[in-house]
């Protein structure tokens, strides 16, 4: 069997180098190939000597994830579908600003930690990804936006659109925000090793501050990734109260809000930056009342944060509404008069269902999930 050198970090393919009778340089230059100039064929690696070379394609594969389809939104948001085989596809997502390039990375295919708002979650779950999934991400999107740079023509219906909007050119990835489908967290050993390679300067080389990692709140793995690669956090809080956040993000009731904000202290002696960014959907009715607000201004009292609310995107059958945008402005006063930080995410691309919740991907269901939801609705 072919050994998959995407699946590998630094230190990992240095092991493997020396186990196939190489010297542990030769895995510096591998990265640089794979990672840094974006080749997945060894023939182009051309300070390989060729026995190497002609060993590798043997014995090793860079072994990607393969591109199903490719939509750029009106606003020039960009969204990959990609085959992880047997049927199940996962989305990244692309957005580029002014001063900065995000890319939003899936950790799974689906979620089994059911929040009732998130369209990932209502698909329930099938596997955790492999490390080159996750990274073959990052891979693919560094190697589109080298060939379709920003701006430029680009086979889609939205092309004109995309075209007329006024924006640099070659932007890339400068950040990476762990937020696509799937609960990082759950699926810790491969982010992490993925993390590492974003990380890496013969790879991405992304400073800590510039990856995100967003978890609905699992205690355990905060504190092992605390110690293990501690990058920028954001945490799913989305209600001020455990009876509330128990509906919404059923996870709460293995872990609730006191211990996940004691967790999110502890994580800041180790963090990159020195706040936790709290995220908050806006649900019509639900979360987002001015009692709601005063009640999470007292809740994180003692917890250094800024907040991002975001305001609900709908998927067919959610049951919810977002909050009007009357009731996000008032939120967010009562939160910017406790002299919180407050930012209003900015729905992006949900005319190609990119943005927040929205991804869906392909997801062929393990948990009996699917069908207690098609039970539920013919009842
Ligand atoms: N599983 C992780 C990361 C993926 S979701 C987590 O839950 O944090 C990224 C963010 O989008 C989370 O804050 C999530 O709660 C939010 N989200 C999920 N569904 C949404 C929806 N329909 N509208 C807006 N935000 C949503
Ligand atoms: Fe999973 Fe995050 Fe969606 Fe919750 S919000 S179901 S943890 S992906």
């Given at each position: 069997m072919t050994v998959n050198l995407l699946d590998f970090n630094a230190k990992q393919l240095t092991d493997y180098c020396t186990e196939i009778g190489e010297k542990p340089f030769r895995a510096k230059q591998l990265l640089r190939w794979i990672h840094q100039f974006g080749k997945a064929d060894f023939v182009e690696m051309s300070d390989l000597a060729k026995g190497l070379r002609e060993k590798l394609s043997v014995v090793a594969e860079i072994g990607l994830p393969e591109v199903m389809s490719d939509h750029v939104a009106a606003d020039g948001t960009r969204k990959w579908l990609l085959s992880v085989g047997s049927g199940n596809g996962i989305e990244s997502v692309f957005i580029p600003e002014a001063n900065r390039g995000t890319l939003c990375v899936s950790s799974q295919v689906g979620c089994a930690l059911a929040c009732t708002f998130c369209s990932t979650g209502k698909q329930g779950f099938n596997r955790n990804l492999t490390v080159a999934e996750i990274i073959g991400q990052l891979w693919w999107a560094n190697n589109a936006l080298?060939?379709?740079?920003?701006?430029?023509?680009?086979?889609?219906?939205?092309?004109?659109?995309?075209?007329?909007?006024?924006?640099?050119?070659?932007?890339?990835?400068?950040?990476?925000v762990m937020m696509g489908m799937g609960e990082p967290l759950s699926n810790f050993e491969n982010v992490v090793t993925a993390l590492d390679l974003m990380l890496d300067d013969n790879a991405y080389g992304l400073s800590r501050r510039k990856v995100t990692v967003s978890t609905s709140g699992l205690i355990p793995a905060l504190d092992r990734l605390r110690e293990r690669c501690p990058v920028a956090l954001a945490v799913s809080l989305h209600a001020p109260n455990d009876a509330l956040r128990d509906q919404l993000v059923p996870i709460n009731k293995k872990y609730p809000i006191k211990e996940l904000l004691a967790a999110c202290q502890r994580y800041l002696t180790a963090a990159p930056r020195d706040f936790v960014t709290f995220e908050y959907v806006m649900l019509d009715g639900v979360n987002d009342s001015v009692e709601h607000a005063y009640e999470l201004v007292e809740l994180v009292r003692d917890t250094p944060c800024k907040f991002n609310l975001i305001p609900f995107n709908s998927f067919p059958g959610s049951g919810y509404q977002r909050s009007s945008t009357e009731a996000i402005r008032i939120f967010r006063d009562v939160l910017m008069q406790a002299g919180l930080i407050v930012t209003v995410r900015k729905t992006r691309g949900d005319d190609i269902a990119a943005a927040c919740g929205q991804l869906a991907g392909q997801v062929l269901d393990k948990t009996r999930r699917t069908k207690q939801l098609m039970a539920e609705a013919v009842k």
């Open positions: 080298k060939v379709t740079p920003v701006g430029e023509p680009i086979l889609n219906d939205n092309a004109q659109i995309y075209q007329s909007q006024s924006v640099d050119k070659n932007r890339v990835v400068s950040n990476v």
